[in-house]
């Protein structure tokens, strides 16, 4: 065998390498080909897509809430305003592990158990692009430290907003309300755009009703970020409108005064300017502190509230419904004087008690001994209820309805709050439709002393106590007089609403009246006599009291021995002064006892304060 190597075809193999060659540079320019037809597909065909994508990694559009309206007294004294406030927010979309983010938080500030609850409600209810607040109120040092670990949190920041505070606390509550945080209801009725990066809404009172204004219009900015979600710089900025400052009708001197007048009682006072319905004082006692509402009340301090005995978030003025009592008398007795069923002359006997024909009971007259011949005027200043037992049967009830009707009772004011209630002024067909039964002659009686099924409002007593003071003329209350535009002085004054009933009665029978109720107070037999010493004007009032339980014929009326609760409640209209009225006012002290005695004085104080201010 031959050992000679082989002889290379370096032909052959030189055609072997150009092939492969020629195929790699096809492969290369084809692979070439390809990069640059997408590179001209990105770049050209696609740029505007993936520029788009770009920017919604870099900038992000972020709501500008508005700055909420202040509320101010009558006289210019604020009452709910804006105050800055450091808070702890996060945005969800830009965190891995919420709860680790939240625990590793708490190692750094206090953090509490409500907290977290208001935290995780928030986010099951909100966008995770929103962000959401976990804690308000940080102090100095709490930011401090937060800001040393920043780079920590991503999604996680120090926001300072402005939140709504109530500088006099309880004061005037029922009426200026308070603002919280928006559930799940208010966020199917409201325009989520209009409140993107807004956590409240007014819940009741003035902050409820006119919402609308105090809100304002939310605003945008484009802001550019960082991997981290960091805000770099802000692009663009369309800034969002304040809402309207809002003037109320009340006097914070006269309220804190009425106030004082029902410390440590359950009660409500409303105080009327006749001459254009504004309202002077509003008060439903007990009340609460509205602060704690407006970050979140922690829930044991809201279970107290809403189950205290007392009900201190119960507004009395406009859904406390109670017996007028006596107060209805005046303007039942203009009814009869209308319908000509009595004359201010005309006498009866009163021997303490009543009957009906044919019916032994005995309807009993407040003092047992009775009034002995008694006309309207001494039925009106000494309240003579077995006179207005006779008035009332002679008058009947369908004549009753329709005369108390025009003095609003059984019907909403009208005032601009939310959640007032009707009363209620009973007829034939009220019984029927609510009971399927006839009316009888014995409920018409007890209507005419304000008893019975006949419930008002605080508000509708103080109402109508303002028609009788006009003589005819109804206002309809109003609690905001002007609205203010904000970052300017120009103010919009609210008209009063006036509607004129010259039809309800003569002249001559409305001065029959008003000077009966000017006795009631400066008459020496007047049940409210204890109020007029040294009095420089002269109030017309009637005092009222209204029973909380029957008490069975036969049986007494021991207020010693019964609880408090248990007690009648007192009652006082007034206005003043008699020839020129300026304040209207209704005083309700639950289970007060008499109404000469606790609530005649109340009104009394209030009134001449309101006098001493209108001097200075």
Not at 83 to 104: C, H, K, W, Y
Not at 596 to 613: C, E, F, G, H, R
Request: proline share 5%; net charge negative.
């Amino acid at each position: 065998m031959s050992n000679r190597p082989a002889i290379k075809d370096h032909i052959r193999e030189g055609r072997l390498f150009s092939e492969r060659a020629a195929t790699a540079t096809a492969i290369v320019v084809i692979l070439m080909l390809i990069l640059i037809a997408r590179f001209t597909y990105l770049q050209i065909f696609s740029h505007e897509h993936f520029s788009t994508l770009s920017d919604d990694n870099r900038i992000s559009i972020v709501p500008v809430p508005p700055t909420r309206g202040l509320i101010y007294d009558r006289n210019g004294v604020l009452m709910a305003q804006n105050l800055p406030s450091f808070s702890l927010e996060i945005v969800p979309e830009q965190v891995d592990d919420i709860d680790e983010t939240l625990r590793a938080l708490a190692g750094l500030i206090t953090i509490s158990e409500n907290d977290l609850n208001r935290f995780h409600k928030q986010l099951g209810q909100n966008s995770p692009f929103n962000s959401l607040p976990v804690r308000f109120h940080l102090s100095d040092e709490e930011v401090a430290r937060f800001a040393l670990n920043r780079y920590r949190f991503p999604g996680v920041d120090i926001e300072a907003r402005l939140i709504r505070d109530y500088p006099y606390g309880d004061l005037a509550v029922h009426a200026i309300g308070y603002v919280g945080r928006i559930n799940e209801n208010e966020l199917r009725v409201i325009d989520t755009a209009d409140y993107s990066g807004t956590q409240h809404i007014g819940k009741t009172g003035v902050e409820k009703y006119y919402e609308d204004i105090l809100h304002g219009r939310v605003g945008f900015k484009r802001i550019e970020t960082n991997a981290y979600g960091r805000t770099i710089r802000t692009l663009e900025r369309t800034p969002s409108v304040p809402g309207k400052n809002l003037y109320l009708t009340i006097d914070i001197q006269l309220q804190r005064v009425a106030e004082k007048t029902l410390e440590g009682e359950r009660g409500a006072i409303v105080a009327i300017d006749p001459k254009n319905g504004d309202i002077l004082a509003f008060v439903s006692k007990p009340g609460f502190d509205p602060n704690p509402f407006v970050t979140g009340i922690d829930p044991k301090s809201f279970d107290d509230l809403q189950n205290s005995i007392d009900n201190p978030l119960f507004n009395r003025v406009l859904k406390g419904q109670y017996p007028p009592g006596s107060t209805l008398k005046p303007f039942i007795g203009l009814a009869g004087l209308e319908y000509e069923k009595t004359g201010i002359n005309t006498t009866s006997f009163c021997p303490g008690w009543f009957t009906l024909t044919g019916d032994e009971r005995k309807y009993r007259d407040w003092k047992r001994e009775g009034h002995g011949v008694t006309n309207l005027d001494k039925a009106i200043v000494e309240s003579c209820d077995v006179f207005f037992y006779d008035l009332a049967l002679t008058l009947g009830i369908d004549n009753l309805y329709e005369f108390l009707s025009q003095f609003g009772f059984g019907q909403k004011t009208g005032i601009d709050l939310s959640g007032e209630l009707t009363g209620l002024l009973p007829s034939r067909e009220w019984k029927r439709r609510q009971y399927h039964q006839p009316w009888y002659p014995g409920e018409t009686l007890i209507t005419g002393i304000g008893q019975g099924y006949t419930l008002a409002t605080p508000l509708q007593l103080a109402s109508a106590t303002a028609i009788l003071a006009n003589r005819g003329v109804y206002r309809q209350p109003r609690i905001v007089y002007t609205t203010q535009e904000p970052n300017n002085s120009e103010m919009s004054i609210r008209e009063s609403s006036e509607v004129t009933s010259p039809s309800i009665a003569k002249a001559v029978n409305w001065e029959s009246i008003v000077n009966s109720m000017v006795r009631v107070v400066h008459s020496r037999h007047g049940t409210a006599h204890n109020i007029s010493f040294n009095l420089p004007y002269k109030i017309a009032g009637k005092t009222g009291t209204a029973q909380v339980f029957g008490i069975k014929e036969g049986e007494e009326y021991i207020k010693e021995d019964l609880s408090k609760r248990l007690h009648d409640h007192a009652l006082f209209i007034a206005f003043a002064p008699a020839e020129d009225p300026q304040i209207a006012i209704a005083v309700i002290v639950e289970n007060g006892g008499s109404g000469a005695t606790v609530a005649a004085p109340i009104a009394s104080k209030i009134i001449d304060k309101y006098m001493q201010l209108k001097t200075i």
